[in-house]
C-alpha cells in the first residue's frame, strides 16, 4: 500500500473515511500471500471482519490484481453482513471467459516485476507509457510515494515491493504470480473462483453487461492511469460515489 499514490488517497480521504491494507505477504503484513484470487478476496473479507463492523455498505476500489480481488470481495461476501455498494475496477480484468485475451506483453510484465531490485525504472515500465510525459508523470509519483518515511510514518518502516530483494525467497512474487496465472485459466475459475460468468466481460462488454457501469478511458497513459491523472480519477472516482 506504500506505493499507492497519497495524492489520490488523500484527495478520496477528504470526502470519506479510506481503508488501504497489505495482504499476508505483502509490505510488512506477515504470513503466506495468497495463491488464488479467491484466497486474497477471502483475506480482504476476514480482515473487514475482523473490524468488528456491523452489517454495513462499502466501497471498494481495486487496481490491476487488486481490481481481480475486488471482484470477488464483491461476489463472494455474505450479504446479510457486507454489501459492496459500489465498484471502481481500475487497470483490470474478469476471470477467463469467452472473449477474455491475455495481455500480449504479459511475459514482459512478469519478467520486469519479478526483479530481484524494483526501482523507478521498473515502475515506468510497468505503469506508464514510453513517453516524455509518461516519465515526467513516473518521476512526479515516484517523488511522492517517497514523501512517506520511517519520521512520517510514525515510526513505522516504509512498505518494500513484494519480496524485494527475494529476501522472502521470493515466495509472495511466486503467489502472486499463481494468482493471475490461475485467473486466466476457466478450469481454476469456476464457482465463485472466478468472476466472468457472474460479473461480464472484459473492457466495454464488462461495461455493457453491468447495471449502471461506466467506462473511462484516460488519454496517452499506461497502466498506472491513476497515478498519471491522479486528480483527475479521484473527482471520477467521488462523483461515482456520491451519485
Same mark, same amino acid.
Given at each position: 500500500?506504500?506505493?499507492?499514490?497519497?495524492?489520490?488517497?488523500?484527495?478520496?480521504?477528504?470526502?470519506?473515511?479510506?481503508?488501504?491494507?497489505?495482504?499476508?505477504? =505483502?509490505?510488512?503484513?506477515?504470513? !503466506?500471500?495468497?495463491?488464488? =484470487?479467491? @484466497?486474497?478476496?477471502?483475506?480482504?473479507?476476514?480482515?473487514?471482519?475482523?473490524?468488528?463492523?456491523?452489517?454495513?455498505?462499502?466501497?471498494? #476500489?481495486? &487496481?490491476? #490484481?487488486?481490481?481481480?480481488?475486488?471482484?470477488?470481495?464483491?461476489?463472494?461476501?455474505?450479504?446479510?453482513?457486507?454489501?459492496?455498494?459500489?465498484?471502481?475496477?481500475?487497470?483490470?480484468? !474478469?476471470?477467463?471467459?469467452?472473449?477474455?485475451?491475455?495481455?500480449?506483453?504479459?511475459?514482459?510484465?512478469?519478467?520486469?516485476?519479478?526483479?530481484?531490485?524494483?526501482?523507478?525504472?521498473?515502475?515506468?515500465? #510497468? &505503469?506508464?507509457?514510453?513517453?516524455?510525459?509518461?516519465?515526467?508523470?513516473?518521476?512526479?509519483?515516484?517523488?511522492?510515494?517517497?514523501?512517506?518515511?520511517?519520521?512520517?510514518?510514525?515510526?513505522?518502516?516504509?512498505?518494500? *515491493?513484494?519480496?524485494?530483494? %527475494?529476501?522472502?525467497?521470493?515466495?509472495?512474487?511466486?503467489?502472486?504470480?499463481?494468482?493471475?496465472?490461475? *485467473?486466466?485459466?476457466?478450469?481454476?475459475? @469456476?464457482?465463485?473462483?472466478?468472476? /466472468?460468468?457472474?460479473?461480464?466481460?472484459?473492457? *466495454?462488454?464488462?461495461? @455493457?453487461?453491468? !447495471?449502471?457501469? @461506466?467506462?473511462?478511458? %484516460?488519454?496517452?497513459?499506461?497502466?498506472? /492511469?491513476? /497515478?498519471? %491523472?491522479?486528480?483527475? /480519477?479521484?473527482?471520477?472516482? #467521488?462523483?461515482?460515489?456520491?451519485?
Amino acid at each position: 500500500m506504500d506505493k499507492l499514490d497519497p495524492l489520490l488517497v488523500n484527495l478520496l480521504a477528504a470526502h470519506r473515511p479510506v481503508l488501504t491494507l497489505d495482504l499476508p505477504g =505483502v509490505g510488512l503484513s506477515t504470513g !503466506p500471500a495468497a495463491t488464488t =484470487v479467491a @484466497q486474497a478476496a477471502d483475506q480482504v473479507l476476514a480482515f473487514l471482519a475482523a473490524l468488528g463492523l456491523p452489517s454495513v455498505d462499502i466501497d471498494v #476500489l481495486g &487496481f490491476s #490484481l487488486g481490481g481481480m480481488v475486488a471482484q470477488l470481495v464483491a461476489l463472494n461476501a455474505d450479504p446479510t453482513s457486507l454489501r459492496v455498494r459500489r465498484l471502481i475496477l481500475a487497470g483490470t480484468a !474478469p476471470s477467463a471467459g469467452e472473449g477474455v485475451i491475455a495481455a500480449p506483453e504479459a511475459a514482459r510484465v512478469a519478467e520486469v516485476g519479478a526483479t530481484r531490485d524494483v526501482g523507478l525504472e521498473t515502475f515506468k515500465e #510497468l &505503469f506508464f507509457p514510453r513517453t516524455e510525459e509518461g516519465a515526467a508523470a513516473a518521476e512526479a509519483w515516484w517523488g511522492r510515494i517517497h514523501e512517506r518515511s520511517k519520521g512520517t510514518n510514525g515510526g513505522e518502516e516504509v512498505a518494500t *515491493w513484494v519480496s524485494q530483494g %527475494y529476501e522472502d525467497g521470493a515466495e509472495g512474487l511466486k503467489a502472486q504470480g499463481s494468482q493471475i496465472g490461475t *485467473w486466466a485459466a476457466s478450469e481454476t475459475t @469456476q464457482g465463485r473462483e472466478g468472476s /466472468f460468468e457472474r460479473l461480464g466481460g472484459w473492457g *466495454w462488454v464488462l461495461q @455493457q453487461r453491468l !447495471p449502471n457501469a @461506466q467506462l473511462i478511458i %484516460y488519454p496517452k497513459s499506461g497502466h498506472g /492511469f491513476l /497515478f498519471q %491523472y491522479a486528480e483527475l /480519477f479521484a473527482k471520477h472516482a #467521488l462523483t461515482f460515489l456520491e451519485a
